[in-house]
């Protein structure tokens, strides 16, 4: 099955600066790359995502890359602001053949943004 | 629109019981499916569900099972609740299966 690792698991920046969250996947048939916000005691919202015939995708301060020849993709976040502290997951998803898409999911990376 | 709902938020459950968790998609979804978040196994998928069929089905025990209903909404059961079952339970719903998937603000299950 697929298999998602997430790096790094923390990670701190300076208000302003910019954060970098890295994912790599094992099955190449994979094509949905969306990624995920968490906040403290609240439900996971998609915040953005990529289909595998997309290089790249950005929704004002937050960018995705793909590269589907080394099997991984980036969430880029620019200008960080405090409320961007949160814990953020990578997912990736088979194509359906037939049944359901299923999200595999990275082990999350707490971001802190520091005033 | 309304999101995602799931009951009970909260629920506490001795060893042995079972347990029946409940979701309402958004709307006009007709995909859901579970998920299990715990701090050391992160999210993991359970099952998701499209037109009352399971469609697809996570590494989890028999004891953990679901239905969904012909309005969409699903349930999902835990039989023989053991102390590891404790978790987040979490449900997603999406307008068709392979759709982005828009998450509620899950249950949390404590088992004593």
């Known amino acids: 099955g697929e298999n998602v690792e997430q790096h790094p698991s923390t990670l701190s920046v300076q208000e302003g600066d910019s954060a970098v969250i890295k994912c790599t996947y094992s099955?190449?048939?994979?094509?949905?790359f969306p990624w995920y916000k968490q906040e403290l005691g609240k439900r996971p919202q998609l915040i953005i995502d990529?289909?595998?015939?997309?290089g790249e995708k950005k929704d004002q301060r937050i960018a995705v890359t793909l590269n589907k020849t080394a099997k991984h993709f980036s969430l880029h976040i620019t200008e960080t602001q405090p409320e961007d502290s949160a814990v953020y997951f990578c997912?990736?998803?088979?194509?359906?053949?037939?049944?359901?898409?299923?999200?595999?999911f990275g082990s999350g990376t707490q971001l802190t943004v520091l005033p | 629109k309304a999101g995602v709902t799931q009951t009970p938020r909260y629920l506490i459950k001795t060893r042995g019981q079972q347990v029946t968790l409940s979701c309402s998609p958004i709307?006009?979804?007709?995909?859901v499916s579970w998920y299990q978040q715990t701090p050391g196994q992160g999210l993991q998928f359970l099952f998701e569900?499209?037109?009352?069929?399971?469609?697809n089905k996570g590494n989890f025990p028999g004891r953990f099972s679901g239905r969904q209903f012909s309005n969409s909404r699903s349930e999902m059961n835990v039989s023989t609740l053991e102390l590891g079952d404790s978790a987040l339970y979490l449900c997603?719903?999406?307008?068709?299966?392979?759709?982005?998937?828009?998450f509620g603000p899950g249950t949390r299950l404590t088992v004593l």
């Open positions: 099955d190449s048939a994979s094509n949905y």
């Open positions: 709307s006009g979804h007709r995909s």
């Open positions: 997603a719903s999406s307008l068709a299966m392979g759709d982005e998937q828009f």
């Open positions: 569900y499209f037109s009352e069929t399971q469609r």
């Open positions: 990529i289909r595998s015939n997309v």
């Open positions: 997912a990736a998803s088979n194509p359906p053949s037939g049944s359901a898409r299923q999200l595999t």
